[in-house]
């Protein structure tokens, strides 16, 4: 499993997790969802406690209009 943390200025937004199965989800961290400057990343990601799967995580990579 790999991991990247995301940060937005000092604050750790949420963890981005590759697995062996090359299935990507991400999780906000508790410290991003109580700061008075969090925002979703996406609208694909709205904010909540529970970790998004592969599809929506993927979709951040993703150009505005898809991938044709």
Do not use: I
Request: glycine letters at 6%; aromatic letters at 12%.
């Amino acid at each position: 499993m790999e991991t990247l943390n995301v940060y937005y200025d000092q604050l750790l937004v949420g963890t981005l997790t590759l697995d062996a199965h090359r299935l990507f989800s991400f999780k906000y961290s508790r410290q991003w969802m109580t700061s008075q400057v969090a925002f979703p990343l996406s609208v694909c990601l709205p904010m909540q406690d529970e970790p998004f799967s592969d599809h929506p995580t993927r979709a951040l990579g993703e150009p505005a209009g898809g991938v044709d």
